[in-house]
């Protein structure tokens, strides 16, 4: 069986009896949704001068709150049924806090150091993700995967400059990104097995609007007509990588598309250097090179072991 047929097959069991397998399909929403969240990352930066990480991300949560709002309404108007009754309720809280606590120190990095580094930095999540389903689900790996475990390390210890920067606020709030991102990855895969697609991306933006609301209420800053714009377009970006990120795995698996995420450093370097003038350093290159490596590494291993 080639590679194609075989993506097809695995698919088929993943999906559910009206997807369709559509690999041009997918890479295009993928491509779509590491622009996104460059964009939305550039104009976090662009903000950050005068706007705190509060009032950018109750904009950032309240625009897919209204998106979701907006989009369950048409499907009634419609006549489609549409279930967002959670179950696991517990469940659905723990994916909220660390998918809300995971954008929230990726705002403060972004603040502080340049957006590829942020973002490699958060792209750690594979690493915790292997560290925690060995701790709670007793997974064993073979060496090849800590392998990949290991470059990646190394490839954040390069980022870090451990001779400089080990104890740096802005750079472990990026380590921190990565280990919530990692939570909120693993607790929507349990969320998959007993909720319906639109219970889990309604309760998740519901909760989340409720967090920021929380905190803006007692850090609102009151932003000009230009910051006003700049705070619309991420929480518009925000809702755009969401959205193609959930259109892409209607149309393949999702270690098929995950490597693709990774262009994600490509527009970071080419937003910060052309618009911000950040050029990254060798060892920014080294990490670059090292995370991204690892991580496909480690993805390839687990689709093939998933077969």
């Known amino acids: 069986m080639n590679n194609t047929l075989l993506h097809k097959e695995k698919f088929k069991h993943l999906k559910n009896e009206h997807a369709t397998y559509n690999l041009p399909k ?3 929403f993928a491509c779509g949704a590491t622009l996104s969240v460059s964009l939305m990352s550039f104009f976090v930066k662009l903000t950050n001068s005068n706007i705190g990480e509060s009032t950018q991300l109750f904009f950032r949560f309240a625009i897919s709150f209204i998106y979701i709002l907006v989009f369950l309404g048409i499907r009634k108007l419609q006549g489609k049924k549409t279930a967002i009754k959670p179950r696991q309720i ?3 809280f723990v994916r909220a806090v660390s998918s809300f606590l995971a954008i929230f120190t990726l ?12 973002y490699l930095l958060g792209a750690s999540n594979q690493i915790f993700v292997a560290l925690f389903t060995m701790l709670i689900y007793k997974t064993k790996y073979n060496s090849k995967i800590w392998l990949g475990i290991a470059c990646a390390f190394f490839g954040v210890t390069s980022i870090l400059k451990p001779d400089m920067q080990i104890f740096n606020y802005s750079a472990l709030c990026g380590l921190a990104s990565g280990m919530f991102t990692a939570v909120s990855l693993l607790s929507g895969q349990q969320l998959n097995k007993e909720n319906k697609i639109h219970a889990i991306i309604f309760n998740y933006f519901l909760l989340t609007f409720i967090f920021s609301v929380i905190i803006v209420v007692f850090h609102w800053q009151t ?4 910051e006003l714009l700049l705070l619309i377009a991420i929480g518009i970006f925000g809702t755009m990588y969401q959205d193609f990120i959930m259109r892409s795995l209607t149309y393949a698996a999702a270690y098929t598309i995950s490597p693709l995420l990774y262009l994600s450093v490509v527009h970071s370097v080419f937003l910060g250097w052309i618009f911000l003038g950040d050029i990254p350093d060798i060892f920014s290159l080294i990490g670059a090179v ?3 490596g ?5 993805i390839k291993l687990s689709a093939k072991a998933s077969q």
């Open 294 to 298: 690892g991580n496909i590494y480690i």
């Open 90 to 92: 517990s469940l659905h």
């Open 107 to 118: 705002f403060i990095t972004v603040r502080h150091i340049s957006l590829v580094d942020a």
């Open 290 to 292: 090292l995370i991204c």
């Open 223 to 226: 932003p000009n007509t230009h």
């Open 26 to 28: 997918a890479i295009i």
